[in-house]
């Protein structure tokens, strides 16, 4: 039962059951209900043992196995925890007819019950705010998760402390031994398939709920593939989708892998699927994304073509789109560097990457490279665009003759890709580049033996692409 769920009353209104319980132990001395709902009933009484007023949480018997256990679940989790933001639970008796729970009784009520009276400030929603991160910040050092954050279960004390409530939804094992699964399959060189196995036989009852087997299997296959387990990865989410065929995420992670390594045919429809689903799942930009980014990093215009048609529709009513968000992308990879597109480039647009698509543009037709390098600093400091654009500043240094600068900020850019680029497909696309910038400053530092394989990388990967051309005629 939520916290706050239950219907004010007193002690002479209706009553969905008889009080006190014929079995009620002797050291609670009822007070008055606080209120009732569809699991059961809250009471204020006089604990007589403790000499304090405390509330009183009874879920019948008739409430089922299910109802009596998640009640359990809570008070044992309560147990274990103690912090200045958490209700306190002191006790749990079961008797013939209820579970008894006994816990902490504030007498704000709850933040539900504060809204009724109007919206909050912006200081006491701040303050709100502050205290149930600290309290959820506490959880999660333990391995704890609550997964039923609601105003309804922010209780508040007399001082206005807030007090997060209502720990029967936690997740406390199966969370910290998901978090030791993915830290055993990057620790681990091989037999990664059956320590999935292993944690999916333990927690067999848990990931029967849909939430906590999509995240597992997100959280899993994110660590196979940054493992560099791409095919473990695949088979993993594959599997998912034929239990869970309506999770569109799942299709979205099965679709980003297969590009990654290579498997575009399968990766696009993959993609497709995704933006079929029912449940809910990342706005469907993501999905037409990866399809563009891989249409315009292969040049294939027929696969763009059909991007762009998804992009024009109306994408499951999804409005904040930026028409031009995509624009560059094409012309980008072709190196096509007068092309209008950069020029309509908005710098708020939905694809972030294109604000260094626009300047390395301007560095190609001219502009003074140290003033792109300048610029590049200034866009690498939002990290969704970092690499990006350190690639970008390592260019410029490049076209300004600062090979050494040039040389460190392309190599310690390259090391980032390639591990990014083994769990996201908007910095694989980024990662020949790196290549081919690597291999060209190498070879203007008269290196040519060490530029050899960053070229051919380029070249294997981003064959159509103007940098895997340019990569391709270095090595004749």
Same mark, same amino acid.
């Given at each position: 039962?939520?916290?706050?769920?239950? !219907?004010?009353?007193?002690?002479?209104?209706?009553?969905?059951?008889?009080?006190?319980?014929?079995?009620?132990?002797? +050291?609670?001395?009822?007070?008055?209900?606080?209120?009732?709902?569809?699991?059961?009933?809250?009471?204020?009484?006089?604990?007589?043992?403790?000499?304090?007023?405390?509330?009183?949480?009874?879920?019948?018997?008739?409430?089922?196995?299910?109802?009596?256990?998640?009640?359990?679940?809570?008070?044992?989790?309560? +147990?274990?925890?103690?912090?200045?933001?958490?209700?306190?639970?002191?006790?749990?008796?079961?008797?013939?007819?209820?579970?008894?729970?006994?816990?902490? =009784?504030?007498?704000?009520?709850?933040?539900?019950?504060?809204?009724?009276?109007?919206?909050?400030?912006?200081?006491?929603?701040?303050?709100?705010?502050?205290?149930?991160?600290?309290? #959820? %910040? *506490?959880?999660? +050092?333990?391995?704890?998760?609550?997964?039923?954050?609601?105003? %309804?279960?922010?209780?508040?004390?007399?001082?206005?402390?807030?007090?997060?409530?209502?720990?029967?939804?936690?997740?406390?094992?199966?969370? !910290?031994? #998901?978090? &030791?699964?993915?830290?055993?399959?990057?620790?681990? !060189?091989?037999?990664?398939?059956?320590?999935?196995?292993?944690?999916?036989?333990?927690?067999?009852?848990? #990931?029967?709920?849909?939430?906590?087997?999509?995240?597992?299997? @997100?959280?899993? %296959?994110?660590?196979?593939?940054?493992?560099?387990?791409?095919? !473990?990865?695949?088979?993993?989410?594959?599997?998912?989708?034929?239990?869970?065929?309506?999770?569109? &995420?799942?299709?979205?992670? @099965?679709?980003?892998?297969?590009?990654?390594?290579?498997?575009?045919?399968?990766?696009?429809?993959?993609?497709?699927? %995704? @933006?079929?689903?029912?449940?809910?799942?990342?706005?469907?930009?993501?999905?037409?994304?990866?399809?563009?980014?891989?249409?315009?990093?292969?040049?294939?215009?027929?696969?763009? &073509?059909?991007?762009?048609?998804? =992009?024009?529709?109306? #994408?499951?009513?999804?409005?904040?789109?930026?028409?031009?968000?995509?624009?560059?992308?094409?012309?980008? *990879?072709?190196?096509?560097?007068?092309?209008?597109?950069?020029?309509?480039?908005?710098?708020?647009?939905?694809?972030?990457?294109?604000?260094?698509?626009?300047?390395?543009?301007?560095?190609?037709?001219?502009?003074?490279?140290?003033?792109?390098?300048?610029?590049?600093?200034? $866009?690498?400091?939002?990290?969704?665009?970092? &690499?990006?654009?350190?690639?970008?500043?390592?260019?410029?240094?490049?076209?300004?003759?600062?090979?050494?600068?040039?040389?460190?900020?392309?190599?310690?850019?390259?090391?980032?890709?390639?591990?990014?680029?083994?769990?996201? *497909?908007?910095?694989?696309?980024?990662?020949?580049?790196?290549?081919? @910038?690597?291999?060209?400053?190498?070879?203007?530092?008269?290196?040519?033996?060490?530029?050899?394989?960053?070229?051919?990388?380029?070249?294997?990967?981003?064959?159509?692409?103007?940098?895997?051309?340019?990569?391709?005629?270095? $090595?004749?």
């Amino acid at each position: 039962m939520d916290a706050g769920k239950v !219907t004010a009353t007193a002690p002479g209104g209706s009553k969905p059951g008889s009080w006190p319980p014929p079995d009620l132990p002797s +050291r609670w001395r009822p007070v008055r209900r606080l209120g009732f709902g569809g699991q059961g009933e809250v009471w204020l009484a006089d604990d007589l043992v403790l000499d304090q007023r405390v509330a009183l949480k009874l879920i019948p018997r008739e409430q089922g196995d299910d109802a009596l256990e998640r009640t359990r679940r809570e008070v044992r989790a309560g +147990r274990q925890l103690e912090h200045r933001n958490l209700i306190r639970l002191f006790d749990l008796v079961d008797t013939p007819s209820h579970l008894l729970v006994a816990m902490e =009784w504030l007498p704000g009520g709850s933040v539900k019950d504060r809204l009724r009276s109007g919206p909050l400030s912006v200081a006491e929603a701040v303050a709100i705010a502050e205290e149930t991160l600290q309290s #959820l %910040s *506490y959880l999660h +050092r333990h391995g704890v998760v609550h997964r039923d954050v609601k105003p %309804s279960n922010l209780l508040l004390a007399a001082d206005g402390t807030v007090k997060l409530a209502d720990l029967g939804l936690v997740r406390n094992r199966f969370w !910290t031994d #998901l978090r &030791d699964l993915c830290r055993s399959i990057l620790a681990t !060189t091989g037999h990664r398939a059956e320590l999935w196995q292993e944690f999916s036989s333990a927690h067999a009852a848990v #990931l029967q709920e849909p939430t906590s087997f999509l995240a597992a299997i @997100l959280m899993t %296959s994110r660590a196979l593939a940054a493992a560099g387990d791409h095919r !473990t990865a695949i088979e993993t989410i594959s599997r998912a989708t034929g239990r869970e065929p309506q999770m569109r &995420d799942l299709w979205l992670r @099965l679709g980003e892998q297969r590009l990654i390594i290579g498997q575009r045919r399968l990766g696009r429809a993959a993609l497709l699927r %995704s @933006l079929e689903g029912s449940a809910p799942g990342r706005i469907p930009f993501d999905k037409v994304l990866l399809l563009t980014l891989d249409a315009a990093l292969h040049d294939d215009g027929a696969a763009w &073509d059909q991007a762009m048609q998804l =992009w024009d529709a109306d #994408l499951n009513g999804w409005q904040h789109k930026n028409e031009n968000a995509l624009a560059p992308l094409r012309p980008f *990879y072709r190196g096509q560097w007068s092309d209008a597109a950069f020029d309509r480039f908005k710098p708020n647009s939905n694809l972030k990457a294109a604000a260094v698509m626009a300047e390395w543009a301007l560095l190609e037709r001219g502009k003074d490279p140290l003033q792109v390098a300048a610029r590049a600093v200034h $866009l690498a400091e939002d990290p969704e665009v970092a &690499d990006s654009a350190h690639l970008l500043e390592a260019a410029a240094q490049l076209r300004a003759g600062q090979v050494q600068q040039a040389r460190t900020i392309a190599r310690e850019t390259l090391n980032s890709l390639r591990v990014a680029a083994a769990t996201s *497909y908007e910095a694989f696309v980024w990662l020949p580049v790196a290549e081919w @910038l690597t291999g060209s400053i190498l070879q203007a530092d008269d290196s040519p033996d060490a530029a050899r394989p960053h070229l051919e990388a380029a070249a294997r990967i981003a064959p159509e692409a103007w940098f895997g051309r340019q990569a391709a005629k270095a $090595l004749r």
